[in-house]
């Protein structure tokens, strides 16, 4: 039986909590989407007739749903890292640790800078929508002008948003100068780590110690 540390402990919760926050989100979203929609595709649902507990009951289904599951699925994804190989647990529990460190402006930074590429996606969708049901309020152009005019709307935001992308990079390089030179090392650190790792194993499989020693080792040759 293996007892665990409490930084152990600590990053479990961390990566466990984070997990859920992550599958309430996207089950809250999902409710919204569907007592927003889901009328307009079934006319015979219509929420604002429902009882509050039916409608209450109805709402948090998603989201609790998705909270358990990605909670758990986070915790068996950490369990596997964690506890799969030495080098693994060390580079999870030296992850934790760092991020714990960081300062609520650094770790927004990022957060948004390693997530980047997802916001600029779904804000990207969220403004199609967006100017779509500005732009269909207009009662004298066609659908077609409706949807050229909306998708530049969409452009214009993506644009914008790309340029933020560009800023924040250009922000977190001037607030963290040394960070490439961190990430090279501990990349190198982390081969070093494994072919050190590899080397032992193949050790107990051949019997040499090391390179130096395979090297060095005598070949007897019989007659």
């Not at 647990?89 to 714990?100: D, F, G, P, T």
């Not at 050229?148 to 963290?176: N, P």
């Not at 501990?186 to 107990?204: G, V």
Request: glycine share 4%.
């Amino acid at each position: 039986m293996k007892l665990l540390t409490k930084e152990e402990i600590e990053a479990h919760r961390s990566h466990t909590l984070w997990g859920g926050l992550q599958g309430a989100a996207a089950g809250f979203a999902i409710s919204a989407l569907a007592f927003k929609f889901l009328p307009k595709r079934y006319p015979s649902f219509q929420p604002a007739k429902l009882t509050w507990s039916i409608k209450t009951a109805l709402f948090i289904t998603p989201p609790t749903l998705l909270t358990a599951i990605c909670a758990e699925e986070a915790s068996n994804g950490f369990d596997a890292t964690m506890y799969s190989s030495g080098a693994s647990s060390k580079e999870a529990i030296e992850e934790h640790n760092r991020w714990k460190n960081l300062s609520t402006k650094d770790k927004f930074v990022e957060g948004l800078s390693n997530n980047k590429y997802k916001l600029i996606t779904g804000a990207w969708a969220a403004s199609l929508y967006g100017s779509w049901v500005l732009v269909d309020r207009d009662p004298i152009m066609t659908k077609a002008q409706k949807a050229v005019q909306a998708r530049m709307y969409a452009q214009f935001i993506t644009v914008a948003l790309l340029l933020a992308s560009v800023g924040l990079s250009m922000y977190e390089a001037k607030l963290h100068p040394d960070k490439k030179k961190q990430t090279e090392k501990r990349r190198w650190e982390k081969a070093l780590l494994y072919a050190e790792q590899e080397e032992r194993e193949e050790a107990k499989a051949h019997g040499f110690a090391s390179n130096e020693d395979r090297v060095n080792a005598k070949i007897f040759k019989y007659k």
